[in-house]
T-cell receptor, first 115, second 113 residues
Framework: DAGVIQSPRHEVTEMGQEVTLRCKPI?????LFWYRQTMMRGLELLIY????????DSGMPEDRFSAKMPNASFSTLKIQPSEPRDSAVYFC?????????????FGEGSRLTVL | GDSVTQMEGPVTLSEEAFLTINCTYT??????LFWYVQYPGEGLQLLLK?????DKGSNKGFEATYRKETTSFHLEKGSVQVSDSAVYFC????????????FGTGTSLTVIP
């Protein structure tokens, strides 16, 4: 079975540009999470969705960040405008909602560098 | 609220040494507990889990026991290998928190030959 698929794997952009990161969760999983990982701050939860509905976006750093989940098989995380401090690895993860014993499956991450 | 506190790193061990990485948690209900491992350049992957008190999770020689009385889930391995070098994350998930996952800060382990 395919795991969580993220794209792009690497993105280098200039400050002020729009960045869109994409995620395809595992089929049948109805909870989706976006995390950001940096050396300084470790792993941070940005937002998570249950059944395509955002449940908690308190981790989204500021209005420059937005996330959508238009259907069960696709989510985007957008940064507009991007800034150098947004440089990080962004992970998408999915699981079956309601299964607190269930495993959270991670994608391989999108490494973003903002110059 | 729910949270996980794990031992700060980095940890450096010689091959075949004994490993312990401490993890304690705070939860309002009855969480499931997890250890995830992240190898360089990769995403996190599940190493082991325990879903109720006194359960022991085990995988690849690693073990952790869910201790409700001490709210702990310490990771142990009797004899580490160079290939165990990675970052280890303790985590919990609880139904009362909407099954959101709470991760510790991660502990970097380097095993030297």
């Amino acid at each position: 079975d395919a795991g969580v698929i993220q794209s792009p794997r690497h993105e280098v952009t200039e400050m002020g540009q729009e960045v869109t990161l994409r995620c395809k969760p595992i089929s049948g999983h109805n909870s989706l999470f976006w995390y950001r990982q940096t050396m300084m701050r470790g792993l941070e939860l940005l937002i998570y969705f249950n059944n395509n509905v955002p449940i908690d976006d308190s981790g989204m750093p500021e209005d420059r960040f937005s996330a959508k989940m238009p259907n069960a098989s696709f989510s985007t995380l957008k940064i507009q405008p991007s800034e150098p401090r947004d440089s990080a690895v962004y992970f998408c993860a999915s699981k079956r909602q309601g299964a607190n014993t269930g495993e959270l499956f991670f994608g391989e991450g999108s490494r973003l560098t903002v110059l | 609220g729910d949270s996980v506190t794990q031992m700060e790193g980095p940890v450096t061990l010689s091959e075949e040494a004994f490993l312990t990485i401490n993890c304690t948690y705070t939860a309002t209900g009855y969480p499931s507990l997890f250890w995830y491992v992240q190898y360089p350049g990769e995403g996190l992957q599940l190493l082991l889990k325990a879903t109720k008190a006194d359960d022991k999770g085990s995988n690849k020689g690693f073990e952790a026991t869910y201790r409700k009385e001490t709210t702990s889930f310490h990771l142990e391995k009797g004899s580490v290998q160079v290939s165990d070098s990675a970052v280890y994350f303790c985590a919990l998930s609880e139904k009362t928190s909407g099954n959101q996952f709470y991760f510790g800060t991660g502990t970097s382990l380097t095993v030297i030959p």
